[in-house]
Each structure stands twice: as C-alpha cells, then as structure tokens.
C-alpha cells in the first residue's frame, strides 16, 4: 500500500468518523439503547484503529462504521426534495423574523403620497410599442413596474358609458379617461376605464368584437422599506414619512386593520393649523425640508390646503387650529388634494406608529432613499 492510498484511507476514516459524532448528538434523544451502543462501538474500534495507524484495521472500521450508520438512521424517501424544502423552511423563517422585527416591505396603494410615492395608476398609451411585446414587456414590468393594458369589445353593438363620478361632466378630454368609467357594449359590462387611459370609441359610436375600446400603460405602485427599528431608540421627526395602524382611529373605523402611509407634520402637544398654500405649526408655516418645497409648490403637489366641504373635519378650514396629544402625531398626504388624514379625522396615537419609510426597492427606475 503505497503513501497515496494510505493518505485517502486516513483521510476517508476523519470523514466517516465526524459524521458518527454528529448522527450521534442529533439521535441520541430519539436512538434506541442497542442501536447507540452499536453506533458507540463502532466509532470506538476505529478511533482504535486510527490510533493504532493500521491501515487495514481503518479500512475494516470506515466499513464497519458505515454500516452501521445506514442501519440506525434509515435513508429517507426523496432526500433530495426533503433538503430544498428545509432550507426553504428556514429561509422563509429568518425573512419573517427579519419583517417582523427590523424591515417591513409595504406596498403604496394610492396616489396620496405622489409626487413623492405613487400609486397604482394609469399613463395614457395608444397602442402597443415593441417593449410591451412578449418577453420584453417581462423585464420592461421588472425594470419599471409598467404592464400595457387594453379594453377590447367582447361582442359586437353599440356603445354605451356610466361614469362613476356623478361631478365628471365630460369624462372624456382629448380622447383620455378623467375619471372612472364603466364601458357596455351591447348591454354587456366590460372592465372599468381608469383615468388618464386612452379611449378609443366614444358613447353611441358601433364596435365590433376584440375592437379595443380603452388602452393605457399601467404603473405598479412603489413599494417601499419600512424602518421597523430607528424610532425604538429615538423620537420621530417632522418631515418623515410615516407608516401607521388605523386600528383605534375613530374617524378610520371602516378602515381598521390598514396600514396607511402619509408624511408627519406635527408631534405631540403641537396645534396645527393650515394656512395655504402653508401647513403651520403653533403659528408658525412649516418651510424646510419636504414641507416647504410642497408649500412653495417645488414637487407640482399644489401647496397645502384644508378638508374643505367637511364640516365635522378637525381642520375644515384655513386658519383652523388642532391641539395634539402628548401621545399623538398628525398625518398628512404630500397630494393633499386626494389624501384622507389628519385633517379629516385628527391625530394618530403613538402605539400605532410602525416606522419612517426608507427607501423605494422597486419598481428599480425609482429605486431611492425617501428624504424627509
């Protein structure tokens, strides 16, 4: 036997032999007496074995042992799929770990954060371009969160329209959607136009069936990092943009078990009041940070204005004051044109405070910290 084949021989009883010690520790709870006596024995004659550096006697041990093994812990069916599924097991465990105490994921549903966060929405778009075709609109929908949509006839007849907003006197403006419309063709309900879609046909007008009747580019709303951790060791600040529980809000009864979104204007024991295009705090506008630029109408988000036509809002009107609790913040959408928050239904209690939103993971063109 020449200095390779001993090398291998060693080395195969090192292998053998830490795999006996850890069948050992892992079944000894659960391992019969007569099979761990055996399982002790083995491992025993060929650390002999090896002490005694007698290649043949290791041989007959790293054999012995091995059968030994195979007989008290019988092989499993499908080992395989059995290994991927416990490391899937695990994995999935240390991600929830891993939401629930440090880093929660959340979705923005509305367009009450925009221009700062968006929602789900719609962009016109005409027709399809050479990216919506098949695969590229698959990494286009990764790299943009954007998906082409259409509204095609399923049977032939005239058209007819219901507009959702009893307001939207013309719900269509240079042939695009300006409020939700719901779209019949010979008596039967298609899917809802949303706004800003391309229409294609006007009430009244004839189609035929698979004629496309709306079209548009669907956006997916940004999806965000929760910071579940920086506001356990100090105080939240103005300016950030907070995720909060409804549960316990009066004002959000219906709406209870939601997580909102929405930027923090004051903290507690603060009177607030909005003086627009300015939110005020004890008196005084708020001009730095996020705040001011929205003020000064730098985002497009058309300034601060109060719940207008809500007589039973806490700031229904300009000049109107809140008094906050020494426990409660109060919220307000960057867009408060379409935003219900603090104005609408007072403050929000510090318990259901979750954390500042942190960064924008996706879709990955608007991959971004979120500044106060």
Known sequence: MNFLERRRIRKTSVEVLRHAHHVRSMREDVMGAADMARLSSAIQALETARNRKNC???????????????????????????????????????????????????KIPTGSMQTTLYGIHFEPASKKQL????????LKWFITGEWYHEIRAVESGRVTMSVNDPNASNPIEHGIFRCQVAIFVDGVRHEIAEPQMSSHVQPGENVL????????????????????????????RRGEVMVFLTNGIEGLKKNWDKHYIKRMIGLPGEEISVNPPYVAVNGTNVTDHTIGAIARDSLGNGGYRPAEGYGDAVL?????????????????????????????????????????????????VRWRHISR
């Open 316 to 364: 229904s009107a300009a000049g109107k004051t809140f008094r906050l609790s020494q426990s409660q913040y109060f919220a307000m959408g960057d867009n408060t044109r379409s935003s219900f928050d603090s104005r609408y239904w007072g403050g929000v209690p510090r318990e259901n405070l979750v954390g500042p939103g942190y960064v924008i993971y996706w879709p990955i």
């Open 209 to 236: 069936k698979g004629q496309v009747l709306a079209s548009g580019m669907k956006l997916a709303g940004d999806h965000v990092f929760v910071d579940k951790v920086s506001w356990n060791f100090r105080k939240p």
């Open 56 to 106: 043949d006697e290791m041989m007959r041990g790293v054999e012995h042992l091995s059968v030994v093994i195979g007989e008290v812990v019988p092989a499993r069916s499908w080992p395989t799929i059995r290994e991927y599924v416990e490391i899937l097991a695990v994995a999935l465990s240390v991600a929830m770990a891993f939401r629930s105490y440090f880093i929660q994921p959340f």
């Open 131 to 138: 990216t919506d075709l098949y695969p590229l609109n698959c």
